[in-house]
């Protein structure tokens, strides 16, 4: 047994080490992948910004001829799409990879080669649907894709990218899911009780659970919907015994809870974040958790809000109304206890705490338009108006994006190695702030007047030319924002990476490492001794945290081009059934090379390598 273990310990030492691009289309660590999803992430932001603008500029004057017809149709399809699905989802995955290992003191996350695998899934899933736009045009039916409007035009290929794309993209969505699941549970420092856990690691502990329970809803709505396009399947055509209201329900048991997923994670971004600058432990951590698991609980239960004008009657209408009503609750918790922690504290205002404190009131607004469309007879006048629109947005980009500035800001050293400019943050956060509310604000007003959502022009003289005005104006203040903090990142980026281990006088695990970390992330696995392990170590006069084990060969897994080439199969695959016809021949080779990769992860899987404890001490963590 001890001949077999030497021989594996022999064998982990022949590891191939790439450089420049091949270092990142192989790599398995996961603060390289969070950095991947982050700059991935940041692109389709931009592309969805791009599209946002096109349509504010359409809809700047009554009768405007920019963007028309099926062209702005594209656009609201397309920008919701990748807003959602492409965009935030990706940078909150960044952040979950770049920072929760370090948070629990693990080394790496439970399934490296998964996580490799989940990001290139969710990037050519999106460069699968972005490639509608060159390929006979982009999915035009909604980022909902009602049913039957998007099963009625089976030789517009658009709405075929939109279903094998999500799903593609998803898939990889599911198996990081999972993945952080599995690590968060098993992979803990010795002393990290789940109720030590920082707000991040537990509001990513809650999202990773509502994907795993979420995501299969769409697959399986995304699947139907394929098979009614390509296959001329019937789930969905009531002349076959479909029905055209499974599609809404099954997108929106996964749609409700998707709002959560991605909210959730920037509720923990705002406590680390709010803690960390008022100097202050987080108020009422025990209740911050018990809200976060009961949004996800009630996530669950008030998918039908989106479909109270369906026609499912005043019971259905009636009880998903009083869930809806119910989860402002504990996110009425969460408001009280940011505002508690800051009540008395010693704040510093960097612009990773402004755009924490500006979260608060902005996401307080659009919780409380919710509140209002959570009332069904109030709904059949709001629904599918520009006041819903307002609404999300109030909570997607008031409260999302906002927090995903922030954790920007606030981990950007850890993550480059480099601090951000806070000037130009400063100045981003303020042009971005002010065009947010001009642009979204003003819209409320526009749904009440009559508005309607994806209507690409509007009659002059009916009260809604300046509403409208003044929306694109603030439209193009977030550009102006946007513009800055790109032009902030490449600043930065030509700066040599001098980042201090704590910049923030942080409170958890990841400020006691170097910036940017080592692929090994610690050199000893630290004993956690209380919540804010690191702050309690500071209390009691230390530096460093106290080891939980001696220095030794820390076991590291290989970089593998594999999780690239399996999705590659899946993509030429997708393209195959979009192009081709049956029996699909280029579907199969995509198939096949699918199966290779994984055949070939199966049988030569090299079982990683070690770093030795001499080699530790040659990188250095810096004091």
């Given at each position: 047994m001890a001949h077999v273990h030497a021989e594996a310990h022999a064998h982990a030492h022949k590891v191939k080490k790439y450089s420049g691009l091949m270092d990142w289309l192989t790599t398995v660590d996961h603060k390289k992948i969070g950095i991947m999803y982050y700059i991935a992430g940041g692109l389709f932001f931009l592309i969805g910004g791009i599209e946002a603008v096109l349509m504010r500029l359409q809809l700047m004057y009554p009768d405007q001829k920019l963007f028309v017809f099926?062209?702005?149709?594209?656009?609201?399809?397309?920008?919701?799409?990748?807003?959602?699905?492409?965009?935030?989802?990706?940078?909150?995955?960044?952040?979950?990879?770049?920072?929760?290992?370090?948070?629990?003191?693990?080394?790496?996350?439970?399934?490296?080669?998964?996580?490799?695998?989940?990001?290139?899934?969710?990037?050519?899933?999106?460069?699968?649907?972005?490639?509608?736009?060159?390929?006979?045009?982009?999915?035009?039916?909604?980022?909902?894709?009602?049913?039957?409007?998007?099963?009625?035009?089976?030789?517009?290929?658009?709405?075929?990218?939109?279903?094998?794309?999500?799903?593609?993209?998803?898939?990889?969505?599911?198996?990081?899911?999972?993945?952080?699941?599995?690590?968060?549970?098993?992979?803990?420092?010795?002393?990290?009780?789940?109720?030590?856990?920082?707000?991040?690691?537990?509001?990513?502990?809650?999202?990773?659970?509502?994907?795993?329970?979420?995501?299969?809803?769409?697959?399986?709505?995304?699947?139907?919907?394929?098979?009614?396009?390509?296959?001329?399947?019937?789930?969905?055509?009531?002349?076959?015994?479909?029905?055209?209201?499974?599609?809404?329900?099954?997108?929106?048991?996964?749609?409700?809870?998707?709002?959560?997923?991605?909210?959730?994670?920037?509720?923990?971004?705002?406590?680390?974040?709010?803690s960390t600058f008022a100097k202050k432990r987080l108020f009422g951590y025990s209740s911050m958790v018990f809200a976060s698991v009961l949004i996800g609980f009630l996530g669950f239960m008030v998918w039908v809000h989106h479909m109270f004008t369906a026609g499912l009657g005043p019971v259905a209408n009636s009880i998903f109304a009083v869930a809806t009503m119910t989860i402002a609750v504990p996110t009425g918790i969460k408001i009280f206890n940011w505002l508690f922690t800051l009540w008395g504290g010693q704040i510093t205002f960097s612009t990773a705490a402004l755009w924490a404190t500006a979260f608060i009131p902005t996401f307080v607004m659009g919780g409380t338009t919710g509140v209002m469309l959570a009332v069904p007879a109030a709904d059949f006048q709001y629904h599918d108006t520009y006041f819903v629109i307002a609404h999300f947005h109030y909570v997607l980009v008031g409260g999302l994006v906002f927090g995903l500035f922030a954790g920007s800001f606030y981990w950007w050293p850890k993550m480059f190695g480099r601090m951000l400019n806070e000037t130009l943050g400063k100045i981003h956060f303020w042009f971005f702030f002010i065009g947010f509310h001009l642009t979204f604000f003003p819209q409320h007003f526009l749904g009440l007047m009559g508005m309607q959502r994806r209507i690409f022009t509007y009659a002059g003289g009916e009260g809604l030319d300046e509403g409208n005005l003044i929306s694109s104006v603030g439209a193009i203040l977030m550009s102006i924002g946007v513009i800055i903090f790109m032009i902030n990142m490449i600043v930065t980026g030509m700066k040599p990476k001098g980042a201090l281990n704590d910049p923030w006088n942080g409170r958890t695990l990841e400020w006691t490492i170097s910036s940017p970390p080592p692929e090994y992330n610690f050199k000893q696995t630290p004993l956690v001794r209380g919540l804010d392990a690191f702050w309690v170590e500071k209390m009691a006069g230390n530096k460093e945290m106290t080891p939980a084990e001696p220095v030794g060969s820390i076991h590291m897994p290989s970089p593998t081009i594999l999780p690239l080439v399996m999705t590659i199969g899946l993509t030429v695959a997708a393209y195959g059934l979009i192009f081709g016809t049956a029996p699909y021949p280029i579907t199969i080779v995509g198939v096949a090379i699918t199966f290779i990769a994984m055949f070939l992860r199966s049988v030569f899987d090299d079982h990683g390598y070690h770093i030795e404890p001499s080699e530790l001490e040659d990188k250095g963590e810096k004091a």
């Open positions: 099926d062209t702005f149709n594209q656009l609201t399809t397309m920008h919701g799409t990748t807003m959602i699905f492409l965009a935030v989802m990706p940078v909150i995955i960044g952040f979950m990879n770049a920072v929760v290992p370090l948070q629990i003191g693990a080394r790496d996350v439970a399934f490296p080669f998964l996580n490799s695998l989940g990001f290139w899934l969710f990037l050519l899933g999106g460069i699968l649907l972005n490639t509608s736009w060159f390929l006979g045009g982009a999915p035009n039916v909604g980022w909902t894709a009602y049913t039957p409007l998007s099963t009625l035009d089976l030789d517009f290929k658009g709405v075929d990218f939109y279903a094998l794309g999500l799903q593609i993209a998803g898939l990889g969505t599911l198996i990081g899911g999972i993945n952080f699941l599995v690590t968060i549970i098993n992979m803990r420092a010795p002393g990290m009780t789940f109720m030590r856990m920082p707000m991040f690691t537990w509001t990513t502990f809650v999202t990773s659970v509502l994907i795993l329970f979420a995501f299969p809803a769409i697959t399986v709505g995304l699947v139907q919907l394929t098979f009614d396009r390509i296959f001329h399947g019937g789930f969905y055509d009531p002349a076959k015994g479909g029905n055209n209201i499974l599609w809404e329900h099954l997108f929106w048991i996964f749609g409700h809870p998707e709002v959560y997923i991605l909210i959730l994670p920037a509720f923990g971004i705002i406590s680390e974040v709010v």
